[in-house]
């Protein structure tokens, strides 16, 4: 018993040696210069991927998901798009500069007009939306991005008849249909309404012509009963076109270029 209680004494005793030890070595130079190393690494890495993440949506790719039906029959509501995000240089007459953005393409409009916020101010929403994968903006209260259709460029006569548009290209002499011009094809959405609906009442399907100036462009919703595009914001400015859709990937059974 004499040595049982020998032996547990110097087993604690050896235990309490090791412990300090592992105390000391804990808070020594060494160990605590490996734990600032090791915060320094991984605030570094989270800040590499900051940057890459900004830099990849700035002038790269960037991916959103459709929340609302506004461009049916063509998108439904949580489709997952890949976006282009860089700009174009723009002339609204001279078509074959407009390298990015053509009538028919689908674009993200911002109309927040988030390259007129100060610098701080969007260092801020950039960080709030990478932590949240583009769910929480700071500006979300000060308008938002619209996914909407191109269908009149810079110089262009856009008119409207049935809710179906009808354009005379800059330079051109004659008046075609927005899918004639349109590199893509697509179908509008055309809301049924009843005899009463005339063109007394604002949005009933026809819009007299309209001629868009150098910088303008025109921008329209598939489902043509949502009137959340040009048709009540009037003509924008390229520069609110943030990016151009590219590609659809989910759902799998819809996966293609767009």
């Not at 078509?95 to 007129?116: A, S």
């Not at 610098?119 to 000060?142: K, N, V, W, Y």
Request: net charge positive.
């Amino acid at each position: 018993m004499d040595y049982f209680l020998a032996d547990y004494a110097l087993a604690k005793n050896n235990l309490g040696r090791v412990n300090m030890f592992d105390k000391s070595r804990q808070y020594s130079y060494r160990a605590q210069k490996n734990q600032r190393n090791k915060i320094f690494v991984i605030i570094f890495v989270f800040f590499v991927l900051y940057v890459s993440y900004n830099c990849l949506t700035a002038f790269f790719f960037s991916v959103w998901v459709v929340d609302n039906d506004t461009m049916q029959p063509g998108l439904n509501k949580g489709d997952r798009i890949v976006f282009s995000s860089f700009n174009a240089p723009w002339n609204g007459n001279d078509e074959e500069n407009q390298t990015v953005f053509k009538r028919g393409n689908i674009v993200l409009v911002d109309m927040r007009h988030y390259r007129d916020k100060k610098l701080p101010l969007r260092i801020i929403d950039g960080f709030a939306r990478f932590f949240t994968a583009q769910r929480i903006s700071i500006f979300r209260g000060e308008g938002q991005y619209y996914v909407k259709r191109v269908i009149g460029l810079g110089g262009d006569e856009v008119s409207m008849n049935n809710y179906g548009f009808r354009v005379k290209a800059s330079g051109s002499t004659y008046v075609l249909t927005e899918y004639e011009l349109s590199n893509r094809s697509y179908l509008a959405q055309i809301p049924q309404v009843t005899e009463q609906w005339n063109e007394s009442i604002p949005f009933s399907g026809n819009m007299n012509a309209i001629t868009l100036g150098p910088n303008e462009c025109f921008v329209a919703s598939d489902d043509r009963s949502n009137t959340n595009d040009s048709r009540t914001w009037g003509p924008i400015s390229p520069s609110l076109i943030s990016a151009r859709a590219v590609f659809r990937f989910w759902p799998l059974n819809r996966i293609g270029l767009l």
